[in-house]
Each structure stands twice: as C-alpha cells, then as structure tokens.
C-alpha cells in the first residue's frame, strides 16, 4: 500500500494550492484520508481529514480557508489551501488509514514541502 503525494512547491500570500493523494495497493477504500504538516520548530499536526461517511475535521488555524475533499477516483484526496499565510509554511503530509484487509493500518505518503513567502 502507497500514498503517493503531489503539488507543494511555493506560494504567496494570499494565494492558493493544491495537494493530492493517490493511495494504490489495496482492494479497499481508505476509511481516512487527510493531510498532517510539521512546521518549522513543530510538532506534526492534523490539518484535515476526512472519513469515507463523510465526517470532517479542520484544525482551527486553517478553519474557512483549506477544503479537504475524497476524488471521485478511488482512494484519492485533496487539500485545497486558499488564502495562505506564511504560517502555513510545513512540509505536509497524505495520511490515509486502511480498516480492512491484512493490509490493516495507518500510512504515509512522503513530506511534500509548501513555502508561503509573505
């Protein structure tokens, strides 16, 4: 089972982007699916996630600017980030967690670094 993790890169104040996700390698469809970052000097944090059922979470920091959406492709999601901040300044994270098969648990996809310049 793979994340595979896109967009990144550098944006400006203001502006927006976007970060998809591409979970391959099960017959299943991710329960969980979202994005973590790890700014500078901190720790990881759930920015947002959101459940095959539909249930969303947000981190209040980027509450009303970052949509997290599930593709209509299987086992894909997206983050949209508008309006950024130089604090969103992290190397984010895909995170999908798997609640069926042997191939049960939680995965990563590799940091993909976003830079807000000011």
């Known amino acids: 089972v793979q994340l595979q993790a896109f967009g990144g890169g550098l944006g400006q104040a203001g502006g927006y982007l976007r970060l998809p996700c591409t979970g391959s390698g099960t017959f299943f469809n991710f329960e969980n699916m979202g994005w973590y970052r790890q700014r500078p000097g901190k720790e990881r944090e759930l920015v947002a996630s959101?459940?095959?059922?539909?249930?969303?979470y947000y981190v209040d920091s980027v509450k009303g600017r970052f949509t997290v959406s599930r593709g209509d492709a299987r086992n894909t999601v997206t983050l949209r980030m508008d309006s950024l901040e130089p604090e969103d300044t992290a190397v984010y994270y895909c995170n999908a967690i798997l609640g069926r098969g042997n191939q049960k648990g939680t995965y990563w996809g590799q940091g993909t670094l976003v830079t807000v310049s000011s």
């Open positions: 959101l459940s095959l059922s539909g249930q969303m």
